[in-house]
């Protein structure tokens, strides 16, 4: 029996193995297909003649992006973003969730101001009223409009106070008796048994802020400023051409899937990259989080 | 108000086309003395310094452009700003913006006008209406609202918030390059930008015959299974089964198509419209019938002719077995560019649409055009593509400066629009020097990812992403100077910016030829919709629905999946499903117009 059973979960085990990597390999082919059109010549990556083996190899795909200014410079607000918009984030997050991670008897008014954050999480003031505010507050086409809005993202809060609220209280009263502030308990105590929880919510804010385009489309009006997600949807959602026309030579470029496949490629790249960097955390924080709640 | 859009021909103006047989100096002096114009004073050229000048006039191969007379009390001092929302986007050289190019340094020399961006967009499905809805919402309206969408059109006067240009415009617009210009087709420019005789806005305005289709088809594949060209629908078939059976195509074994199409059966690229045309009906188009009433077509019994040939034509293969699953477009890259079929009807633009992807693909592809065949009792006719989108350009209500941004349009559209200007942009932007011995790369830049054409940077027409001019025959006319004038002048006599143009590639040379035979062709072979105006407050509630009910059972029945008597049913559902009222609204409209 009990060799069956190992037998048989062998035979499971195979089996799951070879499921999941044909799972993903599925999910990888489309990205060797792109890869492959974004390497090929026009004519037959718009023809469709490429799968997965580039066909008249050129790399002047690439030459052509990397040499449009309109793309480089939504690359730029992009990664200025990510960067800024993250840090900012992180921070703040920090700073929200360590007073609130407190017990009421420490921290009068906690539950007031737990409310205070749910609310605003479930409820905003949607679209026009928030143009209107981003807007009189001087921020339209500026960095500030990407990063003020969302920059403190509550589920992120709440995720980091349920995190702080599991560290040993032993050893932040052993602190506070030898007389440490609240500053010093953040920074020696919490932040570095947090690191986990830290690494998992700061890849969270970076691939939301890299994955983001509605709130460039609304509050850029003025497209050079659009970041890449909300640059790369003029190049491949589909256009809306039914209102008035456009020129041949355009709509020849924008119908240049080689063109198209090496912008997927570079947009794509930056943000895979980051991903094996901290998965390690990825794991663990989802983990720690889920357990001890 | 007289009825508008006659078949009739004969009242169309033809001092355009007559101006064309003239030479280019000629051109521009005939129309002055028509209009009583004083001539070009040379001394009003001197106040526009060297370096705002488009052309290259002190490059040893170069060429001057010709700039129009500075319009009366021009430019304004001190300059006055005004603000515009913009389709975009844009690529431009070092330093530049959309608020800072050749165009507005050199338009703020002529005419004392800054423009500002309030905002801009780009083709993305929405985004249009999300940013006009936003500028409405935040009541921030730029002075100049280009390419307005229709719905927001429709709130924008209902809420009274544009500019009456009635007056300002009757006093200030040029007799030529406005009125004269935008007169074509019996006033229909004005069909949305003229509200119960009030101009509310200014036409956005396509070039004629734009999307009219003429047969694009392969002649070597021709040659190889021994026909020629078909004239009529029955030979269309035989030459389209010969290319099928012979499996010309660049797929494999019998993945040869005998015409492109896609799920819009009535559309701007690899349509069938001049099929339906063959039976004197236009799916889709309002069309009057002979009491003088608006019909709609997609409902006629002729129809149902045409439905019963496609699905024949379905069932032996002729059609791809997945061609619903289209969109134009795809036809482009796929059966085109991929050689698989060597039939399509297209417009001209074909020439440089798909056709430089089927040549690179395959280089033996030698593609040519011809009319479109006639149908079984000899009617020849297409879908007549109108240059009047469903967009206008809009003035707040309360604009001061509708005078000045009037006569801006009319000096461009005359620099632009008059051959005999030479304009062809500024150097740098739009084309730029190959070489030291004068070779000019005259449609690309280094700026974009292909070729480049600086009106985008123009405020307005003539300018605009997407080329919108006030004279619809304007392609033409640079053609025919091109072909009459330019070719005509000795060798040795030529500069840079006539080498250029004459040299280009066969595919170009194509278009040309097509684009001239279109638009010969355009209001004889023409089906117009006659329904012109705002949707109707029933097609508002119900058109969407009878649109999808319509195409839908098209579909089916050309796919076999439903018979082709279904048509009928399908006509009683139209009509008792809103099709009625829809007509009466119509109607309504049509004789309010007598």
Same mark, same amino acid.
């Given at each position: ?293 | ?264 059966? +009535? ?6 419209? #001049?099929? *339906? /045309? %063959?039976?004197?009906?236009? @799916?889709?188009?309002?069309?009057? $019938? ?48 991929? +050689? ?6 297209? #417009?001209? *633009? /074909? %020439?440089?649409?798909?056709? @430089?992807?089927?040549?690179?693909? $395959? ?232």
């Amino acid at each position: 029996m009990i060799r069956d059973r190992n037998w048989f979960s062998r035979l499971f085990d195979g089996a799951n193995y070879i499921f999941l990597t044909l799972f993903a390999v599925l999910c990888l082919l489309p990205l060797i297909h792109i890869f492959a059109v974004s390497l090929s010549g026009r004519a037959p990556a718009t023809a469709g003649f490429v799968s997965f083996w580039p066909i008249d190899f050129t790399l002047e795909n690439y030459e052509q992006v990397m040499g449009s200014r309109n793309f480089l410079r939504s690359l730029a607000i992009s990664v200025a973003r990510v960067l800024t918009g993250t840090s900012l984030s992180m921070i703040l997050v920090i700073l929200t969730a360590y007073p609130l991670s407190k017990t009421p008897r420490v921290f009068r008014g906690r539950t007031i101001f737990i409310w205070f954050f749910v609310f605003a999480m479930l409820f905003d003031g949607g679209l026009i009223p928030s143009f209107l505010v981003v807007r009189s507050l001087g921020l339209l086409n500026t960095l500030g409009a990407l990063i003020l809005p969302n920059a403190v993202p509550i589920f992120s809060v709440i995720l980091m106070m349920n995190f702080f609220r599991d560290v040993p209280k032993e050893l932040e009263e052993s602190a506070l008796i030898d007389g440490a502030s609240h500053w010093r308990v953040l920074w020696h105590i919490y932040i570095p048994l947090s690191l986990p929880a830290i690494a998992t919510l700061t890849l969270f804010s970076a691939v939301n802020h890299w994955n983001a385009w509605f709130d460039g489309l609304i509050y850029m009006t003025d497209t050079a400023n659009y970041p890449m997600q909300t640059f790369l949807r003029t190049v491949i959602v589909t256009l809306d051409l039914t209102q008035v026309g456009i020129n041949p030579q355009d709509l020849q470029r924008l119908s240049d899937r080689a063109i198209r496949g090496a912008q997927i490629i570079v947009a794509t790249v930056p943000i895979l990259i980051v991903y094996p960097f901290l998965q390690r955390y990825f794991i663990s924080g989802i983990k720690l989080g889920a357990v001890k709640e | 108000m007289s009825k508008k859009f006659p078949y009739d021909t004969a009242d169309l103006k033809p001092s355009r086309r007559d101006f064309l047989k003239w030479s280019g100096a000629g051109m521009a002096t005939a129309m002055m003395a028509r209009f009583g114009l004083a001539p070009i004073l040379a001394q009003n050229m001197g106040e526009i310094p060297a370096e705002l000048h488009p052309g290259s006039p002190t490059n040893a191969r170069g060429w001057t452009t010709t700039l129009p007379p500075i319009p009366e009390g021009m430019p304004v001092d001190p300059p006055v700003t005004i603000t515009g929302s913009r389709r975009g986007p844009w690529e431009f050289a070092d330093g530049d913006d959309i608020e800072n190019s050749p165009f507005t340094r050199l338009n703020a020399a002529v005419t004392g006008i800054q423009w500002k961006l309030a905002f801009n967009w780009t083709d993305n499905e929405g985004e249009v209406l999300q940013k006009y809805n936003l500028a409405i919402a935040s009541d921030e309206l730029p002075d100049f609202m280009e390419t307005v969408p229709l719905q927001v059109y429709s709130e924008l006067l209902e809420n009274d918030l544009l500019e009456d240009i009635t007056d300002v415009y009757e006093e200030v617009a040029h007799p030529v390059w406005l009125k004269e210009a935008m007169s074509f087709s019996d006033g229909i420019a004005w069909r949305l930008a003229e509200v119960n005789g009030r101009k509310m806005g200014l036409p956005y305005i396509e070039q004629a015959a734009q999307n009219d289709k003429v047969l694009w088809i392969r002649q070597d594949w021709l040659d190889a299974v021994g026909m020629s060209a078909p004239t009529t629908i029955e030979e269309l078939h035989a030459v389209a089964t010969a290319f099928k059976e012979a499996d010309m195509g660049q797929g494999g074994d019998g993945a040869t198509l005998g015409i492109a199409a896609n799920r819009q059966l +009535n559309t701007w690229y690899c349509s069938l419209d #001049p099929i *339906f /045309g %063959a039976w004197g009906v236009m @799916p889709t188009f309002w069309t009057p $019938d002979e009491n003088g009433d608006l019909q709609y077509d997609s409902v006629r019994p002729e129809i149902k002719e045409v439905l019963g040939t496609l699905r024949a034509w379905y069932s032996e293969g002729l059609l791809a077995q997945d061609f619903f699953t289209f969109a134009p477009w795809q036809n482009a890259g796929t059966h085109i560019g991929g +050689n698989l079929a060597g039939i399509m009807y297209s #417009p001209a *633009f /074909g %020439a440089v649409y798909g056709l @430089p992807d089927s040549v690179a693909n $395959d280089p033996d592809a030698r593609w040519t055009f011809g009319d479109i065949p006639t149908g079984p009792t000899g009617i020849k006719k297409k879908a007549w593509s109108n240059p009047v989108p469903d967009t206008v350009y809009c003035f707040r209500k309360g604009f001061e400066h509708v005078d000045l941004v009037l006569k801006q349009i009319a000096w461009w559209a005359e620099l632009l629009q008059n051959p005999a200007n030479r304009y062809h942009g500024f150097e740098g932007t739009d084309y730029f020097w190959r070489n030291e011995d004068g070779e000019l790369d005259p449609m690309g830049s280094t700026l974009d990812l292909n070729g480049y054409d600086s009106t985008k940077h123009i405020w307005g027409p003539p300018g605009t992403n997407g080329g919108s001019r006030t004279d619809p025959f304007f392609e033409t006319n640079w053609i025919k100077e091109r072909r009459d004038v330019w070719a005509n002048t000795p060798e040795d006599e030529r500069d840079a910016l006539m080498e250029a143009f004459l040299g280009g590639d066969p595919l170009s040379v194509l278009w040309d030829e097509a684009n001239v035979f279109a638009v010969d062709h355009w209001e004889a072979d023409g089906i117009k919709n006659h329904f012109l105006t705002v949707p109707t407050r029933t097609m508002e509630r119900a058109g969407t629905s009878l649109e999808g009910l319509e195409a839908e059972t098209f579909i089916n029945i050309i796919t076999g999946q439903e018979s082709l008597d279904r048509f009928d049913s399908f006509a009683e559902e139209w009509r008792s499903g809103g099709g009625d009222r829809i007509t009466d609204e119509v109607n309504e409209w049509w004789h309010g117009q007598m």
